[in-house]
């Protein structure tokens, strides 16, 4: 599997920037998109820069390649999906303590309309 997912010599440095602190880093960006009640979609505009952040990373104390297409995009969907967690995770807390006489927890990632 080494080369498939990640180029560096272990798994750990993956694990370690694309997925704790990328990761990590993506699900605070998506958390504070949902809080300043901001669309949806700003959250993948943002995962793009931070997938090249996590790409220079993985380069410059790794000695990872730059300029890989594909690994960019691996980082970058680690990220989104981080990040679209941490959004959706922030909008259901939002939705339910703000609007509690409408909506109430239906689950961590869903809320519902309560009966009138």
Known sequence: ?????????????????TVILGGGAAALAGRAVATTWRPWW?????????????????????????????YYVVDTAVCLAFGYLGFRIARVRQMVSQYRWINSHDGPLRWRRTAP
């Open 1 to 17: 599997m080494q080369g498939w997912l990640y180029e560096e010599g272990s798994l750990g440095v993956f694990l370690l920037v």
């Open 42 to 70: 700003q959250v993948g505009a943002y995962m793009l820069i931070l997938g090249g952040a996590v790409r220079f990373i993985h380069y410059a104390l790794f000695n990872g390649t730059l300029l890989s297409l594909y």
